[in-house]
């Protein structure tokens, strides 16, 4: 490693510096009371017991006849059993019919099936003749019938805190008269591309570079359960670089800049902003590899994440600080935050590169027969090509110098629509 760099650079692991923001940071889940119909994609501050039993009532499952199970005993299509029908129920309303020995109701699916009546026989097993019906075979008791409960009981706990909303529970809840839930409130998070080269402004671009990396991480921010904020680009000054920060800081949770972070002389997001005095360094440069220079402050209590601009070494910042830090304020594990498959090295791979440091490898996953195979899409830190045809990576530990093929291991993917492709797609 170059001595110079070392001399600068203080390398901490990612769990270290997360260890440190969480430890000294004002950074914490906030819950919130939100509207059950605007809750979709939230994390559950609270668990969701049942306050009633589900069904109500024991309801018809199909349209038929409501019956007394012992009254259909021994009938078949030669020796049809007969009985009246005593009544109707067209419609899921309230009723108070009942029926005695030798009576059938008309009933519609979801409706209340009638007092002393056991199960309920489908109207293509019987024959109408004017007001009694010929059961064609007898039925069970309970067959046709959903019982009181049966789906769920009250007290029980449906839904537990640290689940995500999904678009059937905002069904469940609203159909036991739950209108508001307690939810961990998405984090917002303030992103800021620097560098004199860039323009946020797709118009100036005949003189500058548009700045496209904030738009890349926004996306992860929103996949992963964050709010993003996109500021326009800074320039290489001291001045200009610490009002855009502090003010992202004033309605944001995390502030995250892009470039500016290593040692040239425009590089001066660390210079400029550890040097504040409401700053408190947390890293400078962590033990990964891509991503090596990214570094961490807080300011006013809040992280500022400055990310390398070298677009593998910026996912690399995402993945390490950035996501476990969203899934940290929605309540949720801070190591758990992506999709994981067991998959076999498809090639041999050296990584002889940064002993030291945990090495990130962008590879992609194919399916072959039952298994998966991983193969790695090489090409230095610059290089977009390894993300846009990988679709997950893998963390090769300090010291392994060596993947060999056949090694099984676990793949991390980058987003949870690669799951649909994956299992959507046929063998290699």
């Given at each position: 490693?170059d001595?110079?760099?070392e001399?600068?650079?203080?390398y901490?692991?990612?769990?270290?510096?997360?260890?440190?923001?969480?430890n000294?940071?004002?950074?914490s889940p906030?819950?919130?009371?939100?509207?059950?119909?605007?809750?979709?994609?939230?994390?559950?501050?609270?668990d969701?017991i049942s306050?009633i039993?589900?069904?109500r009532e024991?309801i018809?499952?199909?349209d038929?006849?409501?019956?007394?199970?012992?009254?259909?005993?021994?009938?078949?299509t030669?020796?049809?059993v007969?009985?009246?029908?005593?009544?109707?129920?067209?419609?899921?309303r309230?009723?108070?019919?009942e029926?005695?020995?030798?009576?059938?109701?008309?009933?519609?699916?979801?409706?209340?099936?009638?007092?002393?009546a056991d199960?309920?026989?489908?109207?293509e097993?019987?024959?109408?003749?004017?007001e009694?019906?010929?059961?064609?075979?007898?039925i069970?008791?309970?067959?046709?019938?959903?019982f009181?409960g049966?789906?769920?009981?009250?007290?029980?706990v449906?839904?537990?805190?640290?689940?995500?909303?999904?678009?059937?529970?905002?069904?469940?809840?609203l159909?036991?008269?739950?209108?508001?839930?307690?939810?961990?409130?998405?984090?917002?998070?303030?992103?800021i591309?620097?560098?004199?080269?860039?323009?946020?402004?797709i118009?100036?671009?005949n003189?500058?570079?548009?700045?496209t990396?904030?738009?890349?991480?926004?996306?992860?921010?929103?996949?992963?359960?964050?709010?993003p904020?996109?500021?326009?680009?800074v320039?290489d000054?001291?001045?200009?670089?610490?009002?855009?920060?502090?003010?992202?800081?004033r309605e944001?949770?995390v502030?995250?800049t892009i470039g500016?972070?290593?040692?040239?002389p425009?590089?001066?997001?660390?210079i400029?902003?550890?040097?504040?005095p409401?700053?408190i360094?947390i890293?400078r440069?962590?033990?990964?590899q891509p991503?090596?220079?990214?570094s961490i402050?807080?300011?006013?209590?809040?992280?500022?994440?400055l990310?390398?601009?070298?677009?593998?070494s910026?996912i690399?910042?995402v993945i390490?600080?950035?996501?476990?830090?969203?899934?940290?304020?929605q309540?949720?594990?801070i190591?758990e935050?992506f999709?994981?498959?067991?998959?076999?090295?498809?090639?041999d791979?050296?990584?002889?590169?940064?002993?030291?440091f945990?090495?990130?490898?962008?590879?992609?996953l194919?399916?072959?027969?039952?298994?998966f195979?991983?193969?790695?899409?090489?090409?230095?830190?610059?290089?977009?090509?390894?993300?846009?045809?990988?679709?997950?990576?893998i963390?090769?530990?300090?010291?392994?110098?060596?993947?060999?093929?056949?090694?099984?291991l676990?793949?991390?993917?980058?987003?949870w629509s690669?799951?649909?492709?994956?299992?959507?797609?046929?063998?290699?």
């Open positions: 490693m001595e110079q760099i001399k600068y650079f203080k901490v692991s990612p769990d270290k510096a997360l260890e440190r923001i969480l000294i940071s004002r950074l906030r819950i919130i009371d939100r509207d059950v119909q605007e809750s979709l994609g939230y994390v559950l501050a609270e969701i306050t039993s589900l069904p024991s018809a499952h199909f038929g006849y409501a019956v007394r199970s012992s009254d259909t005993s021994g009938a078949s030669i020796n049809p007969r009985l009246k029908i005593a009544g109707r129920i067209d419609s899921i309230e009723h108070n019919l029926i005695k020995e030798g009576e059938a109701v008309y009933v519609v699916t979801g409706s209340r099936i009638p007092k002393n199960a309920v026989i489908p109207v097993r019987t024959r109408l003749h004017g009694y019906i010929e059961i064609l075979e007898s069970k008791k309970g067959e046709y019938v959903t009181e049966a789906d769920i009981q009250s007290g029980e449906v839904q537990k805190r640290g689940d995500i909303i999904r678009p059937q529970t905002i069904k469940y809840l159909d036991i008269g739950r209108y508001r839930v307690k939810v961990y409130a998405k984090p917002r998070v303030a992103l591309g620097v560098g004199d080269e860039l323009t946020s402004n118009k100036e671009t003189g500058k570079k548009l700045e990396s904030s738009i890349m991480v926004s996306y992860y921010v929103e996949e992963y359960g964050g709010i904020t996109r500021f326009n680009t320039p000054s001291p001045d200009q670089i610490v009002e855009v920060v502090k003010n992202s800081l944001n949770d502030c995250v500016g972070v290593s040692l040239g425009r590089d001066l997001c660390w400029t902003l550890s040097k504040l409401s700053s360094p890293a440069g962590l033990e990964v991503g090596r220079a990214t402050v807080l300011i006013d209590g809040k992280p500022v994440i990310l390398p601009g070298h677009v593998q910026t690399s910042g390490n600080i950035l996501i476990p830090l969203l899934s940290y304020m309540g949720l594990p190591k935050s999709p994981r498959i067991s998959a076999e090295m498809g090639e791979l050296h990584v002889r590169e940064y002993i030291s945990t090495r990130i490898r962008f590879v992609k194919v399916k072959n027969g039952d298994k195979i991983a193969r790695p899409i090489l090409g230095d830190s610059s290089m977009i090509r390894p993300l846009i045809t990988s679709n997950g990576f963390k090769i530990p300090k010291k392994i110098e060596k993947i060999e093929k056949g090694s099984r676990d793949v991390y993917l980058l987003s690669e799951l649909l492709q994956l299992f959507s797609k046929n063998n290699e």
